[in-house]
């Protein structure tokens, strides 16, 4: 008869090799922990690498918003430059336009106060040129005879000499103009020319007219 036996195993069990040890379990815990530190600088590292890649990026986006605002800027201060040079310039040439408006006006109405002075003033001009007691005819406006007559008496007044001088009505000639004529010459005073005398001499005060 054979003899039962309870177990079909040994009861004493001897540790296996597969089953870590106390000193395996310490090595894993270190393990671990070391590469939780490594994954954890690595993180670190990560974000930092982002957050600085990130800076990078913003600063160049502020840079090249930057550039294009100065640009921008330049290209608006050039277009107010070229405004501001032509509204010069047109304030400048209706300036012009005007002061000589107003200094064509001025000078007609000097021209046409001044006819007897400028006419008195022809007639001297003459009597310097023509010999002494050469006939001149003073041709004027009708309108105007009187008025040069009365000139002529005063300038014979303080003259010693006789003075061929006659006044001759011309309706042909404008009023406040005179035509002095003599037998070899003559000579044409023109409120037109005088106007033109005084705006040469206005344009030489300022230039810009």
Same mark, same amino acid.
Request: net charge negative; glycine share 6%.
């Given at each position: 008869?054979?003899?039962?036996?309870?177990?079909?195993?040994?009861?004493?069990?001897?540790?296996s090799?597969?089953?870590?040890?106390?000193?395996?379990?310490?090595?894993?815990?270190a393990?671990?922990?070391?590469?939780r530190?490594?994954?954890?600088?690595?993180?670190?590292?990560a974000?930092?690498?982002?957050?600085?890649?990130?800076?990078?990026? /913003?600063? %160049? +986006?502020?840079?090249?918003?930057?550039? !294009? #605002? *100065?640009? =921008? @800027?330049? $290209?608006?201060?050039? &277009?107010?430059?070229?405004?501001? /040079?032509? %509204? +010069?310039?047109?304030?400048?040439?209706? !300036? #012009? *336009?005007? =002061? @000589?408006? $107003?200094?064509?006006h &001025?000078?007609?109405?000097?021209?046409?106060?001044?006819?007897?002075?400028?006419?008195?003033? !022809?007639?001297?001009?003459? @009597?310097?040129?023509?010999?002494?007691?050469?006939?001149?005819?003073v041709?004027?406006?009708p309108?105007?005879?009187?008025?040069?007559?009365?000139?002529?008496?005063?300038?014979?007044?303080?003259?010693?000499?006789?003075?061929?001088?006659?006044?001759?009505?011309?309706?042909?000639i404008?009023?406040?103009?005179?035509?002095?004529?003599?037998?070899?010459?003559?000579?044409?005073?023109?409120?037109?020319?005088?106007?033109?005398?005084?705006?040469?001499?206005?344009?030489?005060?300022?230039?810009?007219?």
């Amino acid at each position: 008869m054979h003899a039962v036996q309870p177990f079909a195993f040994d009861r004493v069990f001897a540790p296996s090799a597969s089953v870590a040890t106390g000193p395996d379990v310490a090595s894993l815990e270190a393990e671990v922990v070391r590469l939780r530190e490594t994954l954890g600088g690595e993180i670190d590292r990560a974000r930092m690498d982002g957050f600085e890649a990130g800076l990078a990026q /913003a600063r %160049a +986006e502020q840079s090249a918003a930057l550039l !294009a #605002a *100065t640009d =921008a @800027l330049q $290209a608006s201060l050039e &277009l107010l430059d070229e405004r501001f /040079a032509k %509204a +010069e310039e047109q304030l400048t040439a209706e !300036a #012009a *336009t005007l =002061a @000589l408006a $107003a200094a064509d006006h &001025l000078a007609g109405h000097a021209a046409n106060l001044q006819p007897l002075a400028a006419i008195d003033e !022809a007639i001297g001009r003459t @009597l310097d040129q023509v010999r002494r007691g050469t006939p001149i005819h003073v041709r004027v406006h009708p309108d105007l005879a009187p008025a040069i007559e009365d000139v002529i008496a005063g300038r014979q007044s303080r003259d010693r000499r006789k003075l061929h001088l006659l006044v001759v009505p011309d309706p042909a000639i404008p009023t406040g103009d005179a035509r002095l004529v003599w037998e070899d010459g003559s000579l044409i005073c023109s409120a037109d020319a005088r106007r033109e005398a005084l705006l040469r001499e206005l344009r030489q005060l300022f230039p810009g007219l």
